[in-house]
């Protein structure tokens, strides 16, 4: 007996493909077309072939941005992973708390990202803000304005603040997820706190870990707007990240060329790298 399938269910879709279509591919293919070509003004355009991709790719101003790019993503990884989950494990699953709990979660993920680099850039300046303040006064020397490392840490910190939300209550909707019954055998066979977590809330939670990671690698890869309002790339290039990069290269120096391949490249390796990812741990849980 052959099943009907009925295909009108595209005419629900196809509203909302048209609509990436329109704001995604169109913007793409006006970049690959920047890309392969130099422009001298008055809508004069000429082929170069691939000479951009090879400039970036050869360019230490690439890879200098990139391995900051890189570095900037596996320390915030490092940090918000597991202190997502650690939180997510101590906040209550029944009760009043639970709300009260939630809304201070969501609080830090409702602000716009512009807004937060502002807050961090007010709180954080050495001489009225009350963090750069407070560590002065501490007796530590402390300016992400001049000093690189005061820089980064600001920044890596401000990023946890906004962003380890976001793993919390991954984590916690996973967490309340699991079955009681799991507990109340976990209690008859007289198993503490970490064998509990570690043969039944982890292997549960692997799933939604995935997203997480996959969520914040991508989130962190391309990270702009916080870290420009709060530092702009410096001191000096400190914490000028492949996005800030290449927001310089094509607003700041107007070289739509370098710039357009650049940003191809810049998808590729989100593209690829969060693919990778994304193998890897399938392949690890299949095991």
């Excluded at 704001?23 to 006006?30: K, S, W, Y």
């Excluded at 004069?44 to 230490?60: A, C, D, K, N």
């Amino acid at each position: 007996m052959s099943k009907t399938v009925n295909q009108k269910g595209w005419f629900f879709v196809m509203p909302v493909v048209l609509l990436v279509a329109f704001n995604a591919i169109i913007p793409l293919m006006t970049v690959v077309n920047f890309s392969v070509q130099e422009t001298f003004g008055d809508n004069v355009f000429t082929w170069v072939g691939v000479r951009w991709f090879e400039e970036v790719l050869h360019s230490e101003r690439f890879h200098a941005a990139l391995l900051r790019q890189i570095a900037f993503t596996a320390i915030v990884l490092v940090i918000q992973i597991p202190l997502g989950l650690a939180i997510a494990l101590c906040m209550p699953r029944r009760g009043p708390w639970v709300s009260v709990c939630l809304v201070l979660m969501a609080l830090p993920l409702l602000i716009p990202w512009n807004v937060v680099g502002a807050m961090w850039n007010i709180l954080a300046l050495p001489d009225i803000g009350l963090l750069g303040h407070s560590l002065n006064a501490l007796g530590i020397e402390y300016n992400y304005t001049r000093q690189p490392i005061s820089a980064w840490a600001t920044v890596v910190l401000m990023d946890v603040w906004h962003w380890t939300s976001l793993v919390v209550l991954l984590c916690y909707a996973g967490l309340v997820s699991i079955p009681d019954a799991y507990y109340q055998a976990a209690k008859v066979d007289g198993a503490r706190g970490w064998a509990v977590f570690r043969y039944i809330q982890l292997p549960k939670l692997k799933h939604v870990l995935t997203i997480a990671i996959l969520l914040r690698f991508m989130d962190s890869f391309m990270i702009y707007t916080e870290a420009v309002v709060l530092t702009g790339g410096g001191p000096g290039t400190a914490t000028t990240f492949l996005s800030i990069d290449l927001v310089k290269v094509a607003l700041g120096q107007f070289d739509l060329g370098p710039a357009a391949a650049m940003s191809i490249i810049y998808f590729l390796i989100v593209l690829v790298l969060s693919w990778l990812f994304y193998t890897l741990m399938m392949r690890n849980e299949e095991k």
